[in-house]
């Protein structure tokens, strides 16, 4: 593994935020490109498929992004140093998903020139994935074509993320009428947003799901107001909405937009939720290595994939989007492996 150890290393002295990935992009190209692999790019995503490609033969996708976000003030130390410290990487993007994508290049490398495998292998590095954008694994999708079943590397400790909730943001805003704040004059706006943020901070979901929990809103920002002496006749807030996979993001939508008296506009409702059966032959083989499954808070390139995915990665993700971000070189060894016995013997 020390030739992608060592290329992600380059990865992180490297800055890749969102839409300014090439530089990066042409790392992942580069090294493909050394060892004799075809691939094929659209933006800033590269893919690449196994050297006896058969028609027929299901599909599995290997994908991780090549984008990370942006560092905090709170680093300690170079964020783009890549310092190896006996089992220790730190860096921005190491965990998340760095460590996963070059396991899983080194997975199909692995897999690359075997003549008969029960199934076709694409790899695909893909960019935007930390800001949700159009033309990251959206855009890749339909250049793909029929895909069986998708493996996406985040951090997951290597246990199997078989749900995923999807991501809504809504932009409130509440109604009044201006008026002297020193009189009785006006409605206030910001009194009509507290009120409905109280109802959508009691509301409670019907459904609850055994893997992704209840139906999660927060309200994450609230503005109202240019002077001190007027009351506001306008207060926006804004609500982040974690959607199990009971509710589609529109059917959500109109729930909560019927709650309140404010308007709501949601940003996008895309990101749907999205799962795969527990019998599924992947998730079986993944219980038969003694694995664990779980339904994850977070969201992922899953929610624009229109076929059944499962996330499992090395890394954690709550060291993801933190200070001094690391990974260990033990986990991506080990995640190498068991991406290896996943594949091995997987019948679809």
């Not at 396991?103 to 490398?109: D, E, G, K, T, W």
């Amino acid at each position: 593994m020390e030739e992608y150890i060592q290329l992600l290393r380059s990865m992180i002295q490297t800055p890749s935020f969102s839409r300014e990935e090439g530089p990066v992009a042409d790392l992942v190209r580069n090294f493909l490109t050394a060892r004799g692999v075809d691939f094929q790019v659209k933006g800033f995503n590269t893919w690449a498929r196994n050297q006896f490609w058969h028609e027929g033969k299901p599909v599995v996708l290997l994908n991780s992004h090549i984008d990370t976000v942006k560092p905090s003030k709170n680093w300690t130390k170079d964020p783009f140093g890549a310092v190896l410290e006996g089992d220790c990487l730190v860096g921005l993007g190491s965990n998340d998903a760095g460590a996963s994508l070059v396991s899983l290049m080194a997975v199909f490398n692995h897999f690359y020139a075997e003549k008969d495998l029960p199934f076709n292998l694409i790899f695909a590095a893909s960019c935007e994935e930390e800001i949700s954008g159009p033309n990251g694994m959206e855009n890749l999708v339909p250049e793909l074509g029929e895909v069986s079943l998708a493996i996406v590397g985040e951090p997951t400790q290597m246990q199997m993320a078989i749900a995923e909730k999807g991501l809504m943001v809504l932009d409130c805003t509440a109604h009044g009428k201006a008026g002297h704040a020193a009189r009785n004059e006006g409605e206030n706006a910001l009194y009509k947003a507290v009120d409905d943020i109280q109802i959508l901070r009691n509301y409670r979901f019907g459904e609850v799901s055994e893997v992704l929990g209840e139906v999660k809103m927060s309200i994450t920002q609230i503005n109202a107001g240019y002077q001190h002496n007027v009351v506001p006749d306008t207060c926006s807030y804004v609500v982040d909405v974690r959607i199990n996979e009971f509710y589609s993001n529109q059917a959500a939508f109109e729930i909560i937009a019927g709650l309140v008296g404010s308007t709501v506009v949601p940003r996008s409702t895309r990101l749907n939720s999205s799962g795969i059966p527990v019998d599924h032959p992947i998730v079986e083989r993944g219980l038969g290595l003694g694995l664990s499954y779980y339904g994850s808070p977070t969201t992922s390139d899953q929610a624009v994939m229109p076929f059944p995915s499962i996330k499992i990665g090395p890394g954690d993700s709550a060291r993801s989007h933190t200070a001094d971000e690391y990974i260990l070189i033990s986990e991506i060894e080990n995640g190498f492996k068991i991406y290896i016995d996943l594949l091995t013997g997987l019948h679809l």
